[in-house]
């Protein structure tokens, strides 16, 4: 008999919608991907040399299990540079992904029955990993209307006796949405006064096309950064998807902590993975990477807002970041009998992929990740609208 926990799980929505567009193109069948939550650029050349030349020299033992001390000091100078925090290499953890990251914050924070809030929409992972560690998901809802921005009231209002933790990722997965500074402010020290701890998801805070108002909330105060995790990754920064190096910053006490329980799941990251994260943030050519990605990405957003716009009765918000766009098309969706039912109609007869939004708790949206070339984005769009519009 399974566990209570599991027995709601589900698979990941965007994994399983990967492995499916892979099976028909395997099938020699023409499939235009919007799925897929990664990059499609490969990882640079110097990242991937630097990690052959660890593995070359032995770097394949067991390293600390918070992570070796060159790329905790790098993330270090990274933080305070960057991200305008102090946190010590001591106060950092690397790890197998920030995937990895949240849940060590999790199982170190959830009691049976405790409450997460967690603005919707959502990234889909956090929902079951907070079920995954015996706690309850408390759904903050935000709006298109708002710009899906996240209310002060909204937040207020959902806060109990157990509520432990607060989920905030901004850039948003799926929306490409950046919070106002003003709202985090107030949330922050609404946080502080209610004794609830910050989970700040900056996994795409390299993909900020606008200059929008992206800060981390650590930095706020040192009050601040003594409740908040900051979580972030190598992932969609580098092109680093498949390495598998994330790492959270929190106050020391808790670091350890979350070092010890990732010491008991999973030892440490890949040794020579982490030498290669460790090229990334020291190589100059790191930057110029990052800037180059965030230019292809740019133009990429505005090919697909102008065709998306194209669709009559679809409702579209341009992102201010990451590689989402997450129109509405319920005018379609109610037709079709579901967003997941349209999703199915739209790869069966238009071949294109796209995440139904009820997987991030918006039904009636869809999720269009635009990490594919230009041309494929508009043919892709282009099929969807001839499909929705043959919907009687
Ligand atoms: C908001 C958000 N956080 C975290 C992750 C996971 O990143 P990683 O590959 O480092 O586990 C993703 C990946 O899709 C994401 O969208």
Redesign the pocket.
């Known amino acids: 008999m399974l566990s209570e926990r599991v027995k709601t799980l589900k698979p990941s929505p965007t994994i399983s919608l990967t492995a499916k567009v892979r099976e028909l193109r395997g099938k020699g069948i023409d499939v235009i991907g919007f799925g897929a939550?990664e990059p499609d650029i490969d990882t640079p050349d110097f990242i991937k040399e630097a990690c052959a030349r660890a593995l070359k020299d032995g770097k394949t033992k067991y390293p600390p299990a918070g992570g070796i001390p060159e790329l905790r000091e790098a993330l270090s100078d990274k933080l305070k540079k960057f991200n305008g925090v102090d946190y010590k290499p001591s106060e950092i953890v690397v790890t197998v992904?920030?995937?990895l990251a949240i849940y060590l914050i999790l199982s170190a924070l959830i009691n049976e029955g405790d409450e997460v809030l967690l603005p919707s929409p959502y990234?889909v992972t956090y929902e079951d990993q907070i079920k995954l560690c015996g706690g309850v998901p408390v759904f903050v809802p935000t709006s298109m209307e708002e710009g899906f921005s996240l209310k002060l009231e909204e937040v207020e209002k959902r806060i109990t006796e157990r509520t432990k933790l607060i989920i905030v990722?901004s850039p948003t997965?799926p929306t490409g949405m950046v919070f106002k500074r003003k709202e985090l402010e107030r949330i922050a020290d609404l946080c502080l006064q209610k004794g609830i701890y910050i989970l700040s998801?900056e996994?795409?805070e390299s993909l900020i096309f606008e200059d929008s108002e992206f800060f981390s909330i650590a930095s706020l105060s040192e009050e601040v950064r003594r409740i908040t995790f900051t979580v972030n990754?190598f992932?969609k920064t580098y092109s680093m998807?498949g390495w598998r190096v994330?790492y959270v910053a929190c106050e020391e006490s808790l670091a350890k902590v979350l070092t010890s329980i990732n010491s008991h799941l999973v030892s440490n990251t890949a040794t020579f993975a982490q030498y290669g994260a460790l090229e990334a943030l020291k190589n100059p050519e790191g930057e110029r990477f990052v800037k180059e990605a965030r230019e292809i990405y740019r133009k990429r957003r505005e090919v697909i807002y102008e065709a998306l716009k194209e669709i009559p009765n679809v409702r579209v918000l341009k992102p201010d970041a990451t590689f989402y766009i997450f129109p509405d098309f319920s005018h379609y969706t109610s037709k079709a009998g579901g967003d997941v039912k349209l999703a199915e109609y739209l790869l069966e007869k238009a071949k294109v992929a796209v995440v139904p939004g009820s997987a991030f708790g918006a039904d009636g949206f869809f999720r269009f990740s635009f990490a594919l070339d230009e041309e494929s984005i508009r043919e892709g769009v282009r099929r969807v609208k001839d499909a929705v519009e043959g919907l009687v």
């Open positions: 939550g992904g920030a995937k990234w990722n997965n998801d996994c795409y990754s992932s998807t994330g």
